[in-house]
C-alpha cells in the first residue's frame, strides 16, 4: 500500500513504555490533511513504505529525539531521495535554522504548526505555492512566524481519533488492560502552555511567548466532554488522561462543566495543587474509577511553598474508602536536601501506603535565549547518550503493577543511586520524629 503521507514517531515499537508519547498535536495535525496517510515508528518503517511515500512528517519535540531524527532523515533520503521531509515540535522549532543547515530535512515548521501544516501537505501534494505559508525555515527560504493557535481554532481539531495510527492505537488498546488507569491511554487536551512561570519550562508564558508567539490557550468545557463521550462509546478503551489540570488552570465552574455527567471511563489525573473534598467529588462521581496523583509541593511542583500538609492528609483519608488510588510524585533531590518535604514525603507516603511516582524537573531543555549552534551541539550529543528507556519502563512497572511505596520507593533509590544519601538520612534523624509534624 502506498501512502501521500507518512508521519514517523522517532521511537521505536519495541520501547512500549514510551512509544505511545506522540506530541499531544499530532494527531490534529493528522486529522486535518485529506490525503492517503498513515503514522508509524521508526522500527516499523521499511523501502517499499518509504519509496512510495511523497511526504514524511518526524515530530521533533523533545530534545533526545535529536540523533534518531538524524539518523532516521538520512536514511529516507538515501531511500528515496525526492521525498519531502517535514520535522515540527519544540526542539525542531527552537534549534530551527541549526537543525535545517545540518540536517537532511527539508522544512521545519515553528511553534504552532496546524494552519501551516495544511498548506504545506496541500501545497506539496499539488505543486502549489508554498513560500507565503506562515512558520516555515526550509533550505532555501523562510517565513515569518505569524500563525498562532487561538481558541477557536483549538476548539475546531479533533483530537479524538487515532486510526491514521494503527500501532499506537494498539499499544494503547493493549494498555487499557493494565491494572490501574494509567498515562498509556487516550489523552485529551486541555490546554497548550501553562500559567506558572517556571523558569525551565517552555509551557511557562515567557517561553511560550517565545516559541509559539502567544500565551495560554484553552478548549472550551463542550469540546472536553464531546472527547470524553466519544471515548466512553469506544469499547477498547477503558480510561483516559488529561493534559494538564484543567481544575487548577480552568476553574471550578469549567471542572463542573466538563464533569456534570457520569462517564463509562476511569481516569488518569494529576492535581498540580490540592483540590478540595467538593473539587475531588466531581471526578469521583464522574468517573468509574480515579488514579489521583499529587505533588508535596505546590502548582505541579514547580511552586516555592509545601502544600498544607493538614488539608493533605485530611484529604488522603477521605479518599481511603473511595473508588480510587492516590499517588505522590516526588523529587527525590528534594527529599534529600529539605527537611520539610522530607518529613511531609515520609509521613504522607508511609502511612498511607500510596504510589509514588518520581518527578524529576532538573530536566535540561534547549534554551531558546542562548546561542543556537552550541545549544544544538550540546543537546545533540546529549540526545545521542540518552537512554530515558530504564526510567520509564520504572514508571509504567510502578503503575502496571502497582506496587506499595516502599517497593517504588526503593526502585527510585536504585535508578538515581542515591542509597548512601537516604541512610546517612534515616542514620541521622529518628524515624519517629521524621514522621511527625
Ligand atoms: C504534557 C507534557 C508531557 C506529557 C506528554 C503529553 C503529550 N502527549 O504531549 C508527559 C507527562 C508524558 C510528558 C513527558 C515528558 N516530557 Co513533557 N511536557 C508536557 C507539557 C506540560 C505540555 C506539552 C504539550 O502538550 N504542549 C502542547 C503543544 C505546544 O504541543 P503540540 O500541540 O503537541 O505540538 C504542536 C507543535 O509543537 C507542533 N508539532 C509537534 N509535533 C510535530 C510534528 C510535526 C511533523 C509537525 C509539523 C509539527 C509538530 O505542532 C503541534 C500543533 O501546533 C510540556 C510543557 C508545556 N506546558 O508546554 C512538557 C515538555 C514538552 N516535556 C518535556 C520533557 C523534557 C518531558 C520528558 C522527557 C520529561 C521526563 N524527564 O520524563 C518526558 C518525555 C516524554 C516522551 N516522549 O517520552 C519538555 C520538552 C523539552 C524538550 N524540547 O526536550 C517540555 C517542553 C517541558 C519543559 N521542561 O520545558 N510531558
Ligand atoms: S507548572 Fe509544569 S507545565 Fe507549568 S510551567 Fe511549570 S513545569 Fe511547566
Redo the contacts with the bound molecule.
Sequence with gaps: MSYDLV?IHP?GLDHHS?SP??????P??MQSVDCKKIGVFYDQVNEELIRSAKIV????????HLYPVEVISAYLKRINPSINI?????????LAETIIKNFKIDFI?K????YP?VLLVNGLLGNGDIRNIPNIVAKSFSSKQDYC?TKDGFSSYVYNDLSWFPALEKIIHKAQKLKYPS?IGP?I?VS???KYQCS????SPF??EKI?KRKIVSRPADKVREDLLKWSRDEKIRYVHF??DFLDSEGSDYAKAVLSAPYDLSVYYEFYNIPSIEEVNLFLNAFKYCHFWFTIKTDHSSGKNLNNFEAMRALFDYLKDKNCRIGLCVQPRQIFRHKDYFKMFASLAIRNKIDLLEY?WD?K??DPMKDQESEFRNFFNLSKKSD?FP??KKRSIEIAYGHKAFFSFLMMLGTYSVLVKCLFNFCTQSFKEATKI
Excluded: R
Design positions: 508521519y521511537t514510551w508519547i506522540i506530541p499531544m498535536g499530532v490534529a495535525l512528517a518526524l515530530d521533533l519535540h523533545w530534545y533526545f517535514i520535522a515540527g515540535g519544540y526542539t525542531a522549532t527552537v515548521i511553534g504552532d504548526a496546524e501544516f493557535l498515562w489523552w487536551p497548550k502552555g501553562c525551565f519550562c517552555y509551557g517561553l511560550q509559539n493534559i494538564s524529576n530536566i531543555v534547549p530515558i526510567y520509564f
